[in-house]
């Protein structure tokens, strides 16, 4: 069977959108966010490795999913644990903004 070819959407909101939701016109800085909330992913280090990300992407980098994605925020860290062993940590969040349905 052929696959079919999915057509994207942006899931940006309109400005009009974001003030609709603030109730009366609002100052720039108390605008609500650009996508609708639920629209993020975060992954920790047994997703990344699933997904086989050994190295973590550049904040900003657009990538494709079966939606678009924004990488919004990376993080690694480590700390002391017991004896000689650290506990190391990595995070990615994933900000959701084409979405297609097929």
């Known amino acids: 069977m052929a696959e079919k070819k999915v057509k994207m959407v942006s899931m940006k909101r309109s400005e009009a959108d ?25 992954m920790d280090g047994d997703e990344l490795d699933k997904l086989g990300m050994k190295e973590l992407p ?28 650290y506990d190391e940590s990595r995070r990615v969040s994933f900000q959701i903004t084409d979405i297609g349905v097929g």
């Open 58 to 85: 550049q904040v900003g980098t657009v990538m494709p999913m079966q939606v678009l994605v924004k990488v919004t925020s990376v993080s690694q860290s480590a700390s002391e644990g017991r004896g000689e062993e």
């Open 18 to 42: 974001r003030r609709k939701d603030m109730g009366e016109p609002a100052p720039l800085e108390a605008m609500a966010p650009d996508y609708p909330w639920g629209l993020c992913i975060n």
